[in-house]
């Protein structure tokens, strides 16, 4: 992995009124490789999410992503900055084809017009474009279905391509593998550990299946009440006594 910080926060906390959500969060997320963020539910791990990716303003501290202040600024202009996020809800299209999903961001990406929608699916670059997305995640066979005919993991998937069409030089997960069954599980640890070993990408990810993080993660940070309680390798994480009391139950089970 590279030395190098892609993102890093200082000191940063959020209140909602009176409630502190979390207080004095410093971390930094090397470029490249996978790095997770756990922590027992009402941890904090969501609103950070949010305030990285600009869909809340913190009350306190700074967010630096490759080395310029993004604190305050909105969505959109962080996306534009190469910092793209998927959620933890499905949020597709459901009736467009998977194809049609796909384009939809590379229009915004290339700055078309959505209305040109129709006129761009006649453009072979950015069919091409999109086909690769599709191949990429397997999903290639099921171009021309509406993204509502597709098992459940699948539309995860299909929620990924949409952030990789914007070729973001880094994706924040939150919970990709929530709601899915143990097959779904697997073939989406796969597919991560996959595009993070063969795209230019960083991901920053949360999730709740332990199994996923140590499968997947190369570094963890461990939220808890509203601060980080350990960071470490996988390995440390899962010996550290500290974790183990606060969100494993006393044993890190993988």
Do not use: C
């Amino acid at each position: 992995m590279n030395t190098q910080a892609i993102l890093k926060v200082e000191g940063l906390g959020h209140r909602f009124g009176d409630f502190r959500v979390f207080d004095n969060i410093n971390l930094e997320v090397k470029k490249g490789g996978i790095t997770a963020l756990i922590g027992p539910n009402g941890a904090g791990k969501t609103t950070f999410y949010n305030l990285v990716s600009g869909m809340f303003k913190p009350t306190e501290g700074k967010i630096f992503f490759k080395g310029t202040d993004i604190t305050g600024l909105d969505a959109h202009q962080i996306v534009d900055l190469g910092l793209a996020r998927s959620f933890q809800i499905t949020n597709i299209f459901p009736e467009l084809t998977v194809l049609e999903n796909i384009l939809i961001p590379l229009i915004m990406h290339t700055k078309k017009a959505f209305s040109f929608l129709r006129a761009l699916k006649k453009e072979v670059h950015l069919q091409n474009k999109a086909r690769e997305v599709l191949s990429t995640l397997g999903l290639e066979e099921f171009a021309n279905k509406k993204a509502s005919e597709l098992a459940y993991g699948d539309k995860r998937l299909i929620e990924i391509g949409i952030v990789l069409a914007r070729e973001p030089e880094m994706i924040l997960l939150d919970e990709p593998t929530a709601g899915m069954n143990p097959a779904e599980t697997e073939k989406m640890i796969q597919m991560i550990n996959h595009l993070a070993s063969t795209l230019e990408t960083t991901f920053f990810i949360t999730e709740h299946d332990m199994n996923v993080v140590f499968s997947v993660s190369s570094y963890i940070y461990v939220l808890h009440q509203g601060r980080l309680l350990a960071q470490g390798t996988p390995e440390q994480i899962r010996e550290n006594d500290k974790v183990k009391e606060a969100y494993l139950g006393g044993g890190a089970h993988a």
